[in-house]
């Protein structure tokens, strides 16, 4: 009795991968095109503009001191603990971080009109941020202000920089 064995077998035995368990090539991922067609500059000019934005929105023109109130720190207090420049650099780098993280997101879904980049800001900001702060802040038992405050800059946030990243594509 003779045994027929299959194809790929003697393949797999010489080391070969078996010719059936060959797949065609893939094409590039959108991420990773996403990833090439970044201008670092421009996240990084991006970045600066989003900072500029916290620095207002944590002024004494808007929010500064309601969100002092209710954190319930002080100025004294604020200097004390270090919120210096260590702390002013890592939000920095932070920010970059999520700018990158966001222009990536526009470049892979081909934004490129400042209005659909707001609205991809907003889904980003409103969808994924400030509802995962919603469930930080719900057990670290902050108040809804403090919520409204920062949730509300970072929705803010991704969406100019959303509009500004999708124009300067």
């Known amino acids: 009795m003779r045994v027929i ?5 003697p393949l797999f035995f010489l080391g070969g991968a078996p010719l059936a368990w060959h797949r065609p090539a893939q094409p590039p991922s959108p991420v990773l ?37 209710e954190t319930r720190l002080t100025p004294e207090i604020a200097k004390a603990a270090g919120h210096g420049r260590s702390r002013m650099a890592g939000a920095f780098a932070c920010t970059v971080v999520s700018t990158f993280t966001l222009a ?31 469930v930080n802040a719900l057990f670290e038992l ?9 949730a509300g800059h970072d929705v803010a946030l991704c969406v100019m920089l959303g509009a500004i990243l999708a124009a300067w594509r």
């Open 33 to 69: 095109n996403a990833l090439t067609s970044l201008r670092p500059l421009v996240v990084l000019a991006v970045s600066v503009v989003g900072f500029a934005l916290g620095a207002l929105w944590f002024s004494p023109l808007l929010f500064v001191k309601a969100w002092l109130e």
């Open 142 to 150: 902050r108040s809804l202000r403090v919520y409204l405050i920062v």
């Open 104 to 134: 990536i997101l526009v470049a892979a879904n081909r934004t490129s009109s400042p209005l659909k980049g707001a609205e991809l800001g907003l889904l980003v900001g409103a969808g994924l941020v400030a509802a995962r702060q919603g």
């Open 5 to 9: 064995l299959p194809r790929w077998i």
